[in-house]
C-alpha cells in the first residue's frame, strides 16, 4: 500500500527558533502533499496545499511566511515553521495524493511539535 | 462556507453495535469519506460514498443521504482496539479534504 513517512516523530524547540518537518511518500510519486494542523482533541485542519515544482497554497488564516512549504520532488515535502511560538504547539501531519483513488489521501504518522 | 457535525463522543460495549452520525453543510458535495484516527496516529481511511445508500467493508459500514445532507458510519462487532476518533470527510473539489469535528468513540468491555 502507499505509505508516508514524517520525520522527526516529534521535536522540542525554544521559542523563537526554526523547525523543519519532513514529509516522503516511499513507494509512490506524490504531486499534491497536504499539510495539516492538529491540536489536542481537536480535528485536523488544512494548512496548505503543495504541488510539485510550485508554489504552496495556503489556506485561509495561515500565514505563509511562517510556515514555508518546499515540494521539491515527487516524493518529498518539507514544512518549515519559523520563529516558532509556543502557541505554534501542535500536531502536524501531511498526506500525500496518490492520483489513482479519487480524493483518498494516505497520511503520515505525524509530528508533534512542542515549542517552549 | 462549510461545516461537517458529529457527536463529539460515543460509549459502547464491546460486541455491540454503534452508529456515528455525521450532518453536512457544504459549497459543493464530492461525497463522504471516512477516517479513523487513533490517539498519536495518522488517519487511515475507512471508506467513500459518493452516491446515496450503504457502503459495506467488513465490519464497518457507511450510509449517506444527499437529499438529508447527512450519513454515518457503522460498526459492528465492536472489538476493544475500534476505540479512536472517527472523522467523516468530504472531499471539497479542489483536490483538498475538509474534516468533519469528529467522534471519540470508547469501547468498554
Avoid at chain 1, 480535528?43 to 510539485?52: C, D, G
Wanted: aromatic content about 12%; charged content about 15%; some cysteine.
Amino acid at each position: 500500500g502507499a505509505v508516508v513517512s514524517q520525520h522527526p516523530s516529534w521535536v522540542i524547540c525554544k521559542s523563537g527558533t526554526s523547525v523543519k518537518i519532513e514529509c516522503r511518500s516511499l513507494d509512490f510519486q506524490a504531486t499534491t502533499m497536504f499539510w495539516y494542523r492538529q491540536f489536542p482533541k481537536q480535528s485536523l485542519m488544512l494548512m496548505a496545499t503543495s504541488n510539485e515544482g510550485s508554489k504552496a497554497t495556503y489556506e485561509q488564516g495561515v500565514e505563509k511566511d511562517k510556515f514555508l512549504i518546499n515540494h521539491a520532488s515527487l516524493t518529498l515535502s518539507t514544512l518549515t515553521v519559523t520563529s516558532a511560538h509556543p502557541e505554534d504547539s501542535s500536531f502536524y501531519i501531511c498526506s500525500a495524493d496518490t492520483g489513482t483513488t479519487a480524493d483518498t489521501q494516505y497520511f503520515g504518522p505525524g509530528t508533534r511539535l512542542t515549542v517552549l | 462556507g462549510q461545516s461537517l457535525e458529529q457527536p463529539s463522543e460515543v460509549t459502547a460495549v464491546e460486541g455491540a453495535i454503534v452508529q456515528i452520525n455525521c450532518t453536512y453543510q457544504t459549497s459543493g458535495f464530492y461525497g463522504l469519506s471516512w477516517y479513523q484516527q487513533h490517539d498519536g496516529g495518522a488517519p487511515t481511511f475507512l471508506s467513500y460514498n459518493g452516491l446515496d445508500g450503504l457502503e459495506e467493508t467488513g465490519r464497518f459500514s457507511s450510509f449517506l443521504s444527499r437529499s438529508d445532507s447527512y450519513g454515518y458510519l457503522l460498526l459492528q462487532e465492536l472489538q476493544m482496539k475500534d476505540s479512536a476518533s472517527y472523522f467523516c470527510v468530504a472531499p471539497t473539489g479542489a483536490n483538498n479534504l475538509f474534516f468533519g469535528t469528529g467522534t471519540r468513540l470508547t469501547v468498554i468491555p
